[in-house]
């Protein structure tokens, strides 16, 4: 599996400093069996390159900045997170995968590689892989898992960049729909992290969700974290509850009447007060949430 990058501007020059890769250019390229990233043998002086990330071992989450400046953005569509966790409903058996470092078993195309180049006091390396941070890279993932699992999506498959469910309606389907998906999963070489995957299940977190054979259900763990919650004293902590709120908006009847005092005490920004109706507000919400 391997993607080219088009570019629409030059990627400027970073400047390196020793104390940048310090003790780390004598660790490990390769992660697992995988390649990540390869020394570059090949003199590249004169030309731009991208170089002088902080720490060797922090490149896998680095921005990759002017060169994704220069890049033109990829608009393919992700999943749909509730559409894919909405599938389950009914669903007697599930199994939900992850892949492995996902986005480096994507192959950079060679003539490309060039284009990622970092400078380290061990010499010049470049990513044989696709980095993470790169901007088209959750597309690009998309895409392809997309494409390779396209006879099974929506039959028995649903795909979210790398996340797979394996879902049946009924249990005795189960095993043939894990056999057609690691035939394909084989096929094009996908690996799992099997610390990630559970198989054969009833239920269980998905995306950030409770799903099982009843459908969608609030996320205990979502739940735990605003009944534990401190009454808000700024703005920050304040604009933190609403974002937690709002990912179970979907779980509180009348949410609107419920979450308006909170959303309304944000228009005050300047003047954050929390006073006794907002916390009345807030001790209602946790005692229906409860």
């Known amino acids: 599996m391997k993607i080219k990058f088009p570019t ?28 990540t990233m390869r020394r570059c043998v090949r003199d590249i002086r004169g030309k731009k390159m991208l170089n002088g990330w ?10 990759l900045r002017d060169l994704n400046k220069a890049c033109p953005k990829d608009f393919y569509p992700l999943s749909r997170i509730d559409q894919v966790v909405g599938s389950t409903s009914k669903c007697e058996l599930l199994s939900m995968m992850d892949a492995s470092q996902g986005y480096h078993q994507i192959i950079l195309a060679p003539e490309d590689r060039k284009r990622v180049n970092f400078v ?11 980095p993470f941070g790169l901007k088209n890279a959750s597309a690009t993932y998309q895409s392809l898992v997309d494409k390779i699992f396209r006879l099974q999506i929506r039959k028995n498959v649903e795909v979210y960049i790398n996340y797979m469910l394996v879902k049946s309606r009924k249990a005795k389907d189960h095993m043939t729909n894990l056999e057609e998906t690691f035939s394909v999963l084989r096929k094009y070489r996908l690996k799992l992290n099997p610390g990630k995957c559970a198989f054969r299940v009833q ?12 459908g969608i259900e609030a996320n205990p763990l979502k739940i735990k974290v605003i009944l534990d ?23 509180i009847s009348k949410a ?26 807030f001790e209602e919400l946790k005692k229906y949430l409860a």
């Open 8 to 35: 629409i501007g030059g990627v400027e020059k970073y400047k390196a400093t020793p104390s940048n890769h310090a003790n780390a250019m004598w660790k490990p390229y390769v992660k697992g069996e995988r390649e």
């Open 203 to 214: 239920g269980g977190h998905l995306l950030g969700f409770m799903v099982t054979q009843r």
């Open 120 to 130: 380290t006091s061990a010499g010049i390396f470049c990513y044989v892989a696709m």
């Open 54 to 63: 902080k720490k060797l071992k922090e490149l896998m989450g680095h921005p």
């Open 229 to 251: 919650m401190k009454a808000p004293t700024n703005v920050n902590e304040m604009q933190r509850l609403t974002g937690r709120i709002a990912a179970l908006s979907r779980f």
């Open 256 to 281: 609107v009447e419920k979450n308006l005092p909170f959303f309304k005490i944000l228009r005050k920004a300047k003047k954050f007060k929390w006073d006794a109706s907002y916390e009345q507000a």
